[in-house]
């Protein structure tokens, strides 16, 4: 199977940063979503004392306590071993933003840092730039990094954080677009909840890239997230406007196990979207998750016969699971797949 994951980040050591009000907020706010997510998608009564349940859930949100310490939580190197080790061919990377956290002092990753580390492993790793805030710092010195970083970097893509950046169908952000365009390459979207205090959720609601779909047809678009918990809004989105897609990278690290809640939501998007639109992707960022564990919810989620009774999904086959993998996304980022 040839693996592709979407959503992948790097940074260096946050300790510097982690006495600002708004990164303790931070902090605080992920242990708590992780505690929510895990309830949320537990089947029935949570059992913390089911084999591995509890350790796994202990270990993210200590993962998550352990950004404000000196070490680096997402250091290429782990990467590529968690990829090595789950047997990913390929991971698209992109520098985390999220100014807020400093109150507008520094982004936890620059594009350039990230493009230094990636250069250790160009067979494995691919550029993906996050150029906010766009508008605060100006569209025009955007569009110039960008097109720095895919002609002389070699980046294939772009991430808007509409937490940092205000919604995506500001049309202050369409000569952006024009150039996203002219590059020929994809752009990423962050959908649904914003999970990192104090970025705010309003502007992620899938519902405003309709607009950038109508306007930018050829741009491939990937909603990561599936937009949940707004999930049928994107799908329903998704089957109108061919250009845009469905990214996964929020299920394996919500669903600690193969949940109802995972199989429900990924048998809508096959049915509202098809599987040549779906993306895999993991949101790894150090040890929250781990390459591992989320390729083997991959291969091994299925469709129960209760939801596809209760909603007439259908069966995951071996088809979609290889297209969900990583042939779509090679095929948006126009890259040829190993026989």
């Not at 933003?97 to 990230?114: A, E, F, P, Q, Y």
């Not at 150039?179 to 899938?206: D, N, Q, Y």
């Not at 050829?218 to 599936?226: C, G, L, R, T, Y």
Request: proline share 7%.
């Amino acid at each position: 199977m040839f693996l592709i994951d979407c959503e992948t980040h790097l940074w260096p050591p946050m300790d510097d940063m982690a006495y600002y009000p708004n990164f303790k907020k931070y902090v605080d706010g992920m242990a708590e979503y992780q505690r929510s997510r895990f309830l949320q998608f537990s089947r029935g009564p949570v059992d913390l004392e089911a084999p591995g349940i509890k350790e796994k859930y202990e270990a993210s949100v200590k993962a998550v306590r352990a950004r404000a310490h000196s070490s680096a939580q997402a250091d290429v190197e782990s990467l590529i071993r968690s990829m090595d080790e789950a047997g990913v061919q390929l991971s698209c990377v992109i520098p985390e933003g999220m100014i807020d956290l400093t109150h507008g002092h520094r982004v936890r990753s620059t594009n350039g840092w990230v493009a230094k580390e990636i250069a250790k492993y160009p067979e494995r790793l691919i550029g993906v730039a996050n150029l906010g805030p766009i508008l605060k710092r100006g569209v025009d010195l955007a569009i110039y990094e960008l097109e720095h970083l895919v002609k002389e970097k070699n980046f294939k893509g772009c991430k808007l954080y509409p937490p940092d950046e205000g919604p995506p169908n500001c049309r202050e952000l369409w000569p952006f677009y024009e150039k996203v365009r002219e590059l020929g390459i994809v752009l990423f979207v962050h959908t649904g909840i914003s999970w990192c205090p104090p970025g705010l959720s309003a502007p992620c609601h899938p519902i405003l890239l309709e607009e950038v779909c109508i306007d930018f047809p050829e741009i491939p678009i990937v909603a990561f997230h599936m937009g949940y918990p707004y999930s049928t809004d994107l799908n329903l989105l998704a089957a109108k406007y061919p250009n845009l897609y469905v990214g996964t990278s929020l299920l394996p690290r919500m669903a600690f196990g193969y949940t109802r809640k995972a199989q429900e939501l990924l048998g809508e998007a096959l049915v509202l979207v098809g599987d040549d639109k779906l993306i895999w992707g993991t949101d790894w960022s150090g040890s929250l998750i781990g390459h591992k564990d989320a390729v083997e919810f991959l291969k091994t989620i299925q469709i129960s016969e209760a939801v596809q009774q209760d909603y007439h999904y259908p069966p995951i086959s071996q088809t979609t699971r290889e297209k969900w993998a990583g042939l779509n996304l090679a095929r948006i980022l126009k890259i040829k797949v190993p026989n």
